[in-house]
């Protein structure tokens, strides 16, 4: 069964051969190489893209650097009213955008329509947001003076895009970016480019219907050198990176070597506290999503499962019990929980730190392993597992992207906390308990040391209304909702004298 998929391929304009770099509404031949994009669904060959040459970015840049220069001056409203219209035509796509991805990239349909819904849903945030860029006004010391403050956009802002929420991440950067007044030049995960492709066509429509000026939203494919071209680049003020945390330093160099900004997004090592107060249907429920969702593959899914001892023994049995029913197979059919992983490079990792933890001492308790036979020929689809581990051990500490639960064990909940936030990584983390000392501590100073804590609910799925990201190894940026749209604009402080005099400030006395 192909689902439909090449009907889907030819409405989204994706064919064998596609240019991988446009300038907002054209597409251009400037490339080097090419890039061939399998599906994990099925391992057959969806299409090949071509690479973005330095020439090729170079013109895009420039293109980008004429178009802000007419972008900041269409008023904020207007610009979301382009925008409001972007997630318009996302809303005609849904169906056949969230089937591309989860063919290209292994996530269930169900998650790809879930993931094209946030990109819809940032962009009706964006419109609301067009008018309320607000600055504040402050009350000078010196007489006949004004101070307030004014948000400007910052310029060409890099938008560079993981694999696994390959269009939603580029569309929390880009729409807010584009609202505040900033042109977007985007470069994909080399490993998802086809739906990164798709998304081009969408806004390229809309931007063509509105006459607008190449430039304004720009595509350019390849692997990390084309990336380099953005983080090195002067004329790029900011740079929003979704990765892994070895790629997100080596941006924060480069970026940070010329004073620029960078916004990154990298690992999670995301736990979940299971507390003996806990609601356990709940628990149990948040946990399985939060482990096998998107086979294991999200910033967010959770991979630390801190269980108190008085019900470590249930959790245990009812989660074995609950990964016994867990159906692997082809994302398409929606009869399946868990995909593929992205490719063969992600099952040997997985593979490896399945082997490092037991060498630990990790103890599994449902094994892991490659599954074969029919419909898992691209080689791709995994078992989820589940190790009982320390958290101490080295595997335990890192992030491996893929469906993996370490079951850790606790005492009281201090110790728990510090279980919870002794590791490098810091974006989400979760307590599952009906106590509210317990739910108010982990939310406090001395609680989780993580951007997103929640309770009672597991540690994927924000929303995007709130900021999005985490500390430490995590990166420390915020993106999506709340005020996340300051990182992209540059605020100005003005002062304005209305009278006849010129009074200093701090009093200072300065007479000829
Ligand atoms: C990511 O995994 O890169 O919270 C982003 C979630 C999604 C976004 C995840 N809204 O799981």
Redesign the pocket.
């Known amino acids: 069964r192909d689902f439909g998929i090449k009907e889907v391929l030819k409405r989204l304009s994706i064919s064998g051969e596609n240019l991988g770099t446009s300038t907002g509404v054209q597409w251009i031949e400037a490339s080097e190489g090419e890039i061939s994009s399998y599906s994990p669904a099925d391992g057959a060959l969806i299409g090949k893209v071509k690479v973005t040459s330095k020439a090729g970015y170079d013109q895009v840049m420039n293109q980008a650097d004429k178009a802000f220069k007419h972008w900041r001056l269409i008023p904020a409203p207007q610009r979301g009213e382009i925008v409001r219209q972007v997630g318009n035509a996302l809303r005609e796509s849904k169906e056949d955008l969230g089937k591309l991805v989860s063919y290209e990239m292994g996530k269930s349909y169900q998650e790809g329509l879930?993931?094209v819904q946030?990109m819809i849903d940032i962009c009706d945030f964006a419109v609301g947001l067009s008018r309320q860029l607000y600055g504040l006004t402050m009350h000078s010391e010196r007489p006949s003076h004004r101070m307030y403050e004014q948000w400007h956009p910052l310029g060409v802002v890099g938008v560079i895009s993981?694999f696994?929420?390959p269009v939603?991440?580029w569309s929390w950067n880009a729409m807010i970016a584009m609202v505040c007044g900033n042109v977007c030049i985007w470069k994909p995960s080399e490993k998802a480019p086809l739906s990164a492709i798709a998304c081009q066509h969408i806004i390229s429509s809309v931007l063509s219907a509105n006459d607008m000026p190449e430039g304004i939203s720009s595509l350019v494919i390849g692997d990390f050198k084309v990336g380099e071209y953005i983080s090195r680049d002067k004329r790029i003020p900011l740079v929003s990176a979704?990765g892994s945390t070895r790629m997100g330093k080596i941006v924060a160099q480069e970026v940070g070597g010329r004073l620029g900004r960078s916004l990154l997004?990298l690992g999670?090592n995301n736990a979940m506290i299971v507390s003996q107060h806990a609601d356990l249907d709940i628990a149990i429920r948040a946990s399985l999503f939060g482990a096998v969702?998107?086979a294991g593959?999200?910033?967010?899914?959770t991979r630390r499962l801190i269980v108190h001892d008085a019900v470590y023994d249930e959790v245990k049995e009812r989660l074995k019990a609950a990964y016994q029913k867990l159906v692997v197979g082809n994302p398409l059919d929606e009869a399946n929980h868990v995909g593929p992983l992205i490719d063969k490079d992600a099952v040997s990792m997985y593979l490896t730190a399945i082997d490092n933890v037991k060498a630990e001492g990790g103890k599994e308790l449902v094994s892991g392993g490659v599954l074969k036979g029919e419909g898992f020929e691209s080689g791709c689809y995994v078992k989820p597992c589940i190790i009982e581990a320390e958290n101490h051990y080295e595997m335990v500490q890192h992030e491996t992207f893929a469906p993996i639960l370490y079951l850790i064990r606790y005492q009281d909940l201090e110790e728990a906390i510090g279980i919870q936030n002794d590791v490098p990584q810091g974006l989400?983390s979760a307590i599952m308990t009906l106590n509210i000392r317990e739910s108010e501590l982990f939310l406090s100073a001395a609680g989780s040391d993580c951007g997103?804590a929640n309770v009672n609910i597991g540690?994927?799925?924000?929303?995007?209304g709130g900021a999005?990201g985490g500390e430490k190894e995590t990166g420390g940026g915020r993106e999506s909702g709340s005020d996340s749209w300051k990182a992209y604009m540059r605020r100005q402080t003005n002062t304005i004298n209305y009278g006849s005099a010129l009074p200093l400030a701090q009093g200072i006395k300065f007479d000829i």
Not at 297 to 301: A, F, G, M
Request: charged residues 20%; negative net charge.
């Open positions: 879930g993931e946030e993981a696994n929420f939603a991440v979704t997004e999670g969702g998107t593959q999200r910033c967010t899914t989400s997103i540690t994927s799925g924000a929303e995007i999005f």
